[in-house]
């Protein structure tokens, strides 16, 4: 089978991408002829990411950056090292993000300020600094931030989560209005139950999912990954401001794990 090609001499950033949809999304971008740079707090991580992205790479390349992605110094240098690539900036994934659990009426100051720091600064602010490097190239670029169905329904215990999933999907919206003029898009994801590493160490996680979902199974990072591709690539040219729920239908009814 014959790779599609649609990202060649393109230069993407992904935060958040030493596992999970983050890499999965990585990989692809890759394999698609895009040069990565892969952000992942972790340093063996990021590395360990990498070196899978690359090894069936035939044009595409990744680099890792590990650092904090909420902190403004990381965000400048992941900017400054994707403008070593091709010296533009195309695409930005901001991927970055912690679930912290906890019950509303206990839910403490240094969980609800990491989330937000977490979920919040690091989209805003890796944004901001994407959008300065793309406003200068005629060509503009394409941002996704990551929401979930937490950020338009309500689940119990994620309510600081939730704040800010609401927020990325209101900051999708909002910058419609500063961007579009320099030919920036920028939309949100928002994947419901989704297999991942992390959401596999409970061994109920994919059967409750799956009766949970009106299409009979948890979501996939292939299938998380697919439509963030779309949002990132010209075939999605006309598409801005929007979120685009991956859910398998959950959202639509709602049913809530039993506690």
């Known amino acids: 089978m014959i790779m599609s090609q649609r990202f060649t001499g393109k230069t993407a950033i992904v935060t958040g991408a030493g596992q999970g949809i983050g890499l999965k999304i990585c990989r692809k971008l890759v394999s698609e002829g895009a040069c990565v740079v892969l952000n992942d707090i972790e340093k063996d991580l990021a590395e360990q990411a990498a070196q899978k992205c690359q090894s069936n790479a035939t044009t595409g390349k990744c680099i890792p950056f590990s650092g904090d992605a909420a902190d403004i110094s990381v965000i400048r240098e992941l900017v400054a090292i994707a403008l070593t690539f091709t010296g533009k ?133 292939e299938q998380v990954a697919d439509a963030a591709l779309f949002l990132l690539s010209e075939q999605s040219s006309h598409i801005t401001g929007q979120t685009l729920v991956i859910d398998g239908g959950w959202s639509v009814t709602s049913p809530q794990p039993e506690s």
């Not at 912690?98 to 839910?107: H, M, N, P, Q, V």
């Open 89 to 221: 900036l195309d695409m930005v994934v901001a991927n970055a993000g912690i679930t912290l659990f906890g019950d509303f009426f206990s839910y403490t100051e240094t969980d609800f300020e990491t989330v937000l720091r977490t979920n919040l600064s690091s989209s805003f602010f890796l944004t901001q600094q994407a959008a300065l490097a793309m406003r200068s190239s005629e060509h503009g670029g394409s941002i996704l931030v990551m929401s979930s169905v937490t950020g338009q329904q309500s689940h119990r215990n994620l309510a600081a989560y939730a704040m800010t999933k609401a927020a990325t999907i209101m900051l999708a919206r909002n910058l419609v209005t500063e961007l579009s003029p320099f030919k920036i898009r920028i939309n949100a994801l928002a994947p419901g139950a989704t297999l991942t590493e992390r959401t596999q160490l409970d061994s109920s996680y994919k059967n409750t999912w799956a009766n949970l979902t009106p299409l009979g199974q948890a979501g996939t990072v």
